[in-house]
T-cell receptor, first 111, second 115 residues
Framework: KQEVTQIPAALSVPEGENLVLNCSFT??????LQWFRQDPGKGLTSLLL?????REQTSGRLNASLDKSSGRSTLYIAASQPGDSATYLC??????????FGAGTRLTVKP | DGGITQSPKYLFRKEGQNVTLSCEQN?????MYWYRQDPGQGLRLIYY???????QKGDIAEGYSVSREKKESFPLTVTSAQKNPTAFYLC??????????????FGPGTRLLVL
């Protein structure tokens, strides 16, 4: 059964810092990996989707990488801002067309 | 505007009561999903439906029931058999064709509390 782990569970950084969030998964047989953002009490918003054949995806200050063979993905956030404060979840899409989620990393960016 | 709506935003359940959470989408998506989110845990799949009049159990289906009579609607009933229903419930949908290009779209969620 696919297991997804995110480390750290929480992270606090000063504004302007570059940071990396980590995601690992146990089964490399995935269709894609997604990073989502969740604000408190809200639904999830998709940030980046990396197909299984890709190595990375970029959107603005966000860059996500995927190393399928080692079961790892990272989300890099450049020049962090207080508005980036949220919980970030990664999820892998399995061949059964369902998704397995990590527990998330709660990010706080201090002004 | 296309999207997913969930109602109500907050729902209170009394002991022994069944309650129904609404999920509606106007994205013309075939597949719909219900997840449960507890503090400090990832989303866990309750039920999913890939086509009208068909649905499958997820990892934690016990104490829940669903129906899929219309493509745009996928209501979730939390029955009295669910002994620990307090959680944040999220509905999602996608095109449903599977494969590398799929992304799921999420509703705003319903928080269920027990009185």
């Amino acid at each position: 059964k696919q297991e997804v782990t995110q480390i750290p569970a929480a992270l606090s950084v000063p504004e302007g810092e570059n940071l990396v969030l980590n995601c690992s998964f146990t089964d490399s047989a995935i269709y894609n990996l997604q990073w989502f953002r969740q604000d408190p009490g809200k639904g999830l918003t998709s940030l980046l989707l990396i197909q299984s054949s890709q190595r990375e995806q970029t959107s603005g200050r966000l860059n996500a990488s995927l190393d399928k063979s080692s079961g790892r993905s990272t989300l890099y956030i450049a020049a962090s801002q207080p508005g980036d404060s949220a919980t970030y979840l990664c999820a892998v899409s399995t061949p059964n067309n369902d998704m397995r989620f990590g527990a998330g990393t709660r990010l706080t960016v201090k002004p | 505007d296309g999207g997913i709506t969930q109602s109500p935003k907050y729902l209170f359940r009394k002991e022994g009561q069944n309650v129904t959470l609404s999920c509606e989408q106007n994205l013309n998506h075939d597949a719909m999903y219900w997840y449960r989110q507890d503090p400090g845990q990832g989303l866990r799949l309750i039920y999913y439906s890939q086509i009208v009049n068909d649905f499958q159990k997820g990892d934690i289906a016990e104490g829940y029931s669903v129906s899929r009579e219309k493509k745009e609607s996928f209501p979730l009933t939390v029955t009295s058999a669910q002994k620990n229903p307090t959680a944040f419930y999220l509905c999602a949908s996608n095109v449903g064709s599977g494969g590398a290009f799929e992304t799921q779209y999420f509703g705003p969620g319903t928080r269920l509390l027990v009185l």
